[in-house]
């Protein structure tokens, strides 16, 4: 991977950060496992609960996952498809 194609990675993530709001849904390309249990499942729609941006400028989400009463941590890259709500203004 040479150091466009990084750019570019690094621009669309930002793009999907400051896209996506709190009660938006996304949806992950592959399937994330915490301890050997599948918190997210591709192709299913999770709530976005919680948007975080580190003092380094790491930037994630919080989100519903597949077990009740806990959530997940994602990042941008992982996101394969999103719906927009409306319920939230863009920051």
């Known amino acids: 991977m040479d150091n466009s194609d990084l750019s570019e990675l690094i621009i669309e993530a ?19 496992f915490d301890q050997g249990v599948e918190l997210l499942t591709p ?9 975080q941006k580190s003092a380094t400028g790491l930037q994630s989400f919080v989100t519903e996952s ?14 394969c498809n999103y719906t927009c709500t409306g319920n939230q203004a863009l920051s």
Request: proline share 2%; glycine share 10%.
């Open 43 to 51: 192709g299913t729609e999770y709530m976005v609960l919680v948007r």
């Open 14 to 32: 930002d793009f999907l950060w400051r896209e996506i709001g709190i009660g938006d849904f996304v949806q992950i390309e592959d399937a994330i």
């Open 66 to 79: 597949n077990i009740e009463g806990r959530t997940a941590v994602i990042y941008p890259h992982l996101i």
